[in-house]
T-cell receptor
Framework: ETGVTQSPTHLIKTRGQQVTLRCSSQ?????VSWYQQALGQGPQFIFQ???????GRGNFPPRFSGLQFPNYSSELNVNALELDDSALYLC?????????????FGQGTRLTVV | TQLLEQSPQFLSIQEGENLTVYCNSS?????LQWYRQEPGEGPVLLVT?????EVKKLKRLTFQFGDARKDSSLHITAAQPGDTGLYLC????????????FGKGTRLHILP
C-alpha cells in the first residue's frame, strides 16, 4: 500500500507565472483535499475533490483551481502567482468516510514565489 | 465559520516534565483529530476522537474530547526530546464532516 505522494518537493517561480502541483492519493482513498500552510501557521483548507468534482472550497480566489482524475490523483493549479502564495502546499487523501479515520498527508510541495 | 484555537502557541520544557496542550472552539465537531508535524514534512495523524468525553491513550500521550465535542486536550507525560514538533488539532464539521479544519498549532520543544 503506497502513501500519499506529491511532486515536485520544491519549486521556485516568478511572480505572475502559473504553477501545477501534483498528488497521488493513498490506495483505496477517493477523496483528496489541498491545504496551504504558511510558515508558522496551521494548514488552511483550499478545496476538496471527490469523484472528480470539487466538493467544497475554502477562502481562496478563483486563480486557485484543481482537478481530480479517474485514478483519484489530483492537481492544484495556481495562476498569476503572488509573493504571498509562497508556502508549503499539502495534499491529503481520505476515504469518503473521512470523519472517523482522519486524513493522510503527503510530504508537501514547498513553493517559493520571487 | 468553525475556528479552532490552540494554546499555548509555543512551549519549551525540560525532558521528563509533563505538559498539556489545549484545543478550543465555540463550534461542535463530529470528530477531532490530533496531528504531529516535523519541519518540511506533512502532518501525521496521531489520533481521532469521536465521542464526547472520549479518552484515548497512545503510549505517553493522552487525548481527551470534551463532553460537548467543542474542545480537546493532549497531555504528554514525561516528555522526551523526540516529542519535539508542531502539534495540530483539526476538526471535522457537523454538516460537512469530510472537511477538516486545522488550528494554528502548538510548537513544542523538549530540552534534553
Amino acid at each position: 500500500e503506497t502513501g500519499v505522494t506529491q511532486s515536485p518537493t520544491h519549486l521556485i517561480k516568478t511572480r505572475g507565472q502559473q504553477v501545477t502541483l501534483r498528488c497521488s492519493s493513498q490506495s483505496g482513498h477517493n477523496t483528496v483535499s489541498w491545504y496551504q500552510q504558511a510558515l508558522g501557521q496551521g494548514p488552511q483548507f483550499i478545496f476538496q475533490y471527490y469523484r472528480e468534482e470539487e466538493n467544497g472550497r475554502g477562502n481562496f480566489p478563483p486563480r486557485f483551481s484543481g482537478l481530480q482524475f479517474p485514478n483519484y490523483s489530483s492537481e492544484l493549479n495556481v495562476n498569476a502567482l503572488e509573493l504571498d502564495d509562497s508556502a508549503l502546499y499539502l495534499c491529503a487523501s481520505s476515504p469518503r468516510e473521512g470523519r472517523t479515520l482522519g486524513a493522510f498527508f503527503g510530504q508537501g510541495t514547498r513553493l517559493t514565489v520571487v | 465559520t468553525q475556528l479552532l484555537e490552540q494554546s499555548p502557541q509555543f512551549l519549551s520544557i525540560q525532558e521528563g516534565e509533563n505538559l498539556t496542550v489545549y484545543c478550543n472552539s465555540s463550534s461542535v465537531f463530529s470528530s477531532l483529530q490530533w496531528y504531529r508535524q516535523e519541519p518540511g514534512e506533512g502532518p501525521v495523524l496521531l489520533v481521532t476522537v469521536v465521542t464526547g468525553g472520549e479518552v484515548k491513550k497512545l503510549k505517553r500521550l493522552t487525548f481527551q474530547f470534551g463532553d460537548a465535542r467543542k474542545d480537546s486536550s493532549l497531555h504528554i507525560t514525561a516528555a522526551q526530546p523526540g516529542d519535539t514538533g508542531l502539534y495540530l488539532c483539526a476538526g471535522a464539521g457537523i454538516i460537512r464532516d469530510d472537511k477538516i479544519i486545522f488550528g494554528k498549532g502548538t510548537r513544542l520543544h523538549i530540552l534534553p
